[in-house]
């Protein structure tokens, strides 16, 4: 499959760089590609700046540092004006769809803003375009009449990709698509995006917290934790030989339906550290069973540990032969 997006040392902060210990790091070079056709999950706890990566790449925030190439392009140095074709091409599907919809328009409106604005389609064409993507994602193509309120959470979240699909995009970032839906109606969703996918191509960035979510959606997965990626593999390797103790631990808090199911598995011990004030060497030493003197001090490097499966652990053959007895290391 060939690359469509490659994110190169992004790095992002907040806060005053002048006044020590304001400075909060969002993104802390971070690395990664998306392949055609591909979808890429983005998951790890809140605050990991996940939907910080999210909006960078989709140009809504500038980075400290680091490319974004696309189509040859390293967004990060065009121009408002320069970065508007590219716009295009880079669509987002939101959380929460009632909030990213304006009350006061039409279905029929709401969508044809986006040929407006990017001259895809004229007024004779408008409503065939607009029936066409409503009937895409599953809806009545007669709707178009009718107002955001009429419609139900799983139903606006249609609307919303029908939006994002009306530009013809190549990579859609969906932060959270889900997470605000019915278990029963985020399956339909989910389905739904897989369906467009294949029809069309397109390459997604799926970011969520929902490790069931991400399973169901990847072909490949990004672990955040503090700003930084932690593990990069294939979906089927990361639920099968998760290589980083806190993919380890993200797992093992994922419920599990056997009876005498124990937990004798390390879980994730403590809270996320402020990303104000992170801890020195391996950010996530405070909470790891497998913690030594090494990870307070080093930070570990994202490491190819075979087959395109990257990890950054000093101690990453060590996961997976956890013993109760360690868990006490925080
Ligand atoms: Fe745990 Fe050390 Fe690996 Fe960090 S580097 S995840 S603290 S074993």
């Known amino acids: 499959m060939s690359t469509v997006l490659e994110v190169k040392n992004l790095r992002k902060t907040f806060g005053s760089h002048r006044r020590k210990g304001q400075q909060l790091i969002a993104v802390d070079d971070i690395s990664f590609t998306l392949a055609a056709g591909e979808t890429l999950g983005l998951v790890g706890e809140s605050g990991c700046g996940k939907s910080t990566t999210g909006k960078i790449i989709l140009s809504l925030l500038k980075p400290d540092s680091g490319q974004i190439l696309f189509d040859g392009q390293d967004l990060t140095r065009l121009s408002q004006r320069e970065l508007k074709p590219y716009r295009r091409k880079l669509q987002m ?31 004779k064409s408008n409503h065939k375009r607009v029936t066409q993507l409503l ?30 699909l009306a530009v013809e995009p190549q990579i859609i970032v969906a932060d959270e698509p889900v997470s605000a839906l019915d278990l029963s109606i985020q399956a339909q ?7 467009i996918q294949q029809q069309q191509g397109l390459s997604y960035l799926f970011i969520a917290h929902d490790l069931a979510v991400i399973e169901h959606i990847s072909d490949r997965v990004a672990v955040m934790y503090l700003g930084r990626i932690v593990e990069l593999t294939s979906v089927k390797t990361l639920y099968s030989q998760p290589g980083h103790p806190y993919t380890e631990a993200l797992l093992n808090a994922i419920p599990k339906p056997e009876p005498g199911h124990k937990g004798q598995k390390p ?33 570990p490097r994202l490491t190819d540990l075979g087959q395109q499966h990257l990890v950054a652990c000093h101690f990453s053959h060590k996961v997976g032969r956890f013993s109760p007895s360690m868990a006490d290391n925080s």
């Open 93 to 123: 599907v939101f959380q929460d769809p009632f909030s990213a919809l304006n009350p006061r328009q039409t279905i029929g409106e709401i969508l044809t803003e986006p040929l407006k604005i990017h001259q895809l389609s004229d007024r």
């Open 267 to 299: 879980h994730i011990q403590g809270e996320v550290p402020s990303p104000l004030a992170p801890p020195p060497g391996c950010h996530f030493h405070p909470r790891c069973p497998y913690a030594e003197a090494i990870c307070r001090q080093t930070q």
């Open 135 to 164: 009937e895409q994602v599953g809806l009545d193509g007669e709707t178009l009449h009718r107002y955001p309120h009429e419609f139900s959470g799983g139903q606006r979240q249609r609307i919303g990709i029908a939006r994002a």
């Open 189 to 195: 969703i989910l389905n739904l995006l897989s369906d």
